[in-house]
């Protein structure tokens, strides 16, 4: 296939590049490379002959319908998105304007190009969710697709708006779309911002690990190359309409992830003292849902994907990344409020 990649040069876009590139197809990869894009995540595949980048921001529409024009995209998977809650809690405006304005002129241009090319049976417009729209789960209890939306973020209000209007998109105009919802993500490449990188690299420096209130939060923990496995299996099999939870079972505690980090670098890299001395407690951030966890029986079931990757063997994988790529998180460290306690606003 010939895809159009949105958001390509982020952690998840760029995992599903390097696969799709990888298992034989083409790629076009646009993004607006905003703070968190980094071309770098894509260099190793950045010259094989079926890639192409196209530096554009969703919301400009006269962009994207030249980019479609030339070149003709069996179908587009759409990952481009603001993605830190914590950054949405202080400027929500960035995520209304990409998450929801961007999404929808992305499904505009997608509707004119796919309506000029005769409505092509195999085309398809993959959204690509979170598990975040939601909102919070008690002690039992999974998300299924149809659980109803209960957003409790500026983040996740934009994420649950793109998914409705990608619905009625397909049910007003016929627009043939496939969705998925994820749940956390992990792995190679992750934005130093989020909680796994910030574990790993305070961890290994020595500066205190901050853990949002008791860390008794939960998450189901995806690790991303099982993630852009099962996009590129639901971009070619999914059915047409249909929406796919996409989950890694492996449900954790915060703070017994920040644990099992701590100990697997003492295993790698040995200090002076056990690394789980430097957890901190710190405020909870505003309207922090308990507990996420993902049913993934449907594409399970019907497409036949399960993950592969344990949380401890890819937390490994992930803390020997981290030790072994020092130029590429360092680079990251000056850019817009890195190092800094986001979220607090409220």
């Not at 894009?37 to 980048?53: I, K, T």
């Not at 901190?280 to 849902?289: A, K």
Request: glycine share 8%.
């Amino acid at each position: 296939m010939k895809l159009l990649v949105t958001g390509g040069a982020g952690f998840i876009g760029s995992a599903v590049v390097r696969q799709a590139i990888a298992a034989g197809h083409e790629v076009v990869n646009l993004d607006a490379l905003t703070y968190a894009a980094c071309l770098d995540n894509v260099a190793s595949v950045a010259d094989a002959p079926g890639y192409a980048f196209e530096h554009v921001d969703i919301r400009d529409r006269a962009a994207l319908d030249r980019v479609l024009a030339q070149h003709k995209p069996d179908a587009i998977m759409h990952l481009a998105a603001e993605s830190h809650v914590d950054r949405s809690i202080d400027g929500p405006a960035t995520f209304i304007e990409t998450n929801v304005i961007g999404t929808f002129q992305l499904l505009e241009a997608a509707r004119a190009f796919w309506q000029a090319q005769g409505q092509p049976e195999g085309f398809r417009f993959h959204h690509v969710s979170t598990d975040e729209v939601f909102g919070s789960l008690g002690a039992e209890g999974q998300f299924t697709e149809t659980t109803a939306y209960d957003p409790r973020s500026p983040y996740s209000a934009s994420k649950a708006s793109s998914d409705h209007l990608v619905r009625a998109w397909h049910e007003t105009y016929g627009l043939p779309v496939v969705m998925t919802n994820c749940s956390n993500n992990y792995g190679p490449f992750h934005f130093p911002e989020k909680l796994v990188p910030v574990v790993i690299l305070n961890a290994l420096e020595g500066k205190p690990i901050p853990v949002y209130g008791r860390g008794e939060n939960v998450r189901d923990w995806l690790f991303v190359e099982d993630h852009a496995d099962a996009l590129l299996t639901v971009i070619q099999r999914g059915a047409v309409g249909r929406s796919y939870n996409i989950g890694g079972e492996n449900e954790a505690r915060n703070i017994d992830l920040v644990r099992m980090i701590c100990r697997l670098l003492d295993e790698a890299r040995p200090a002076d003292r056990p690394r789980e001395e430097l957890i901190t407690f710190v405020t909870d951030r505003p309207g922090h849902d308990m507990r996420y966890a993902i049913d993934p029986s449907r594409i399970a079931s019907e497409l036949g994907w399960r993950p592969s990757v344990t949380l401890e063997e890819g937390l490994r994988r992930t803390v020997a990344w981290y030790l072994e790529n020092t130029d590429w998180w360092q680079a990251l460290r000056d850019r817009a409020g890195m190092g800094q306690r986001l979220g607090l606003s409220a």
